[in-house]
């Protein structure tokens, strides 16, 4: 579906418009569906890709 993204820690899918957190990582923007996500993805986001 058109604007939907997977949250690279969880992967659950949501729209990119309805993210929670956004971190951008080697000039990739990433969505998250929590804060709590973003930051798990933050601690290691090499870990995730």
Same mark, same amino acid.
């Given at each position: 579906? %058109?604007?939907? @993204?997977?949250?690279? @820690?969880?992967? @659950? #899918?949501? =729209?990119?418009?309805?993210? &929670?957190?956004? &971190?951008? *990582?080697?000039? #990739?923007? *990433? *969505? %998250?569906? &929590?804060? =709590?996500?973003? $930051?798990? %993805?933050? =601690? $290691?986001? $090499?870990? *995730?890709?």
């Amino acid at each position: 579906m %058109f604007g939907m @993204v997977r949250d690279p @820690v969880c992967k @659950v #899918k949501i =729209k990119k418009t309805e993210a &929670s957190a956004t &971190s951008e *990582y080697q000039g #990739k923007l *990433y *969505y %998250f569906c &929590s804060e =709590k996500c973003r $930051d798990k %993805f933050d =601690k $290691d986001p $090499d870990n *995730y890709r």
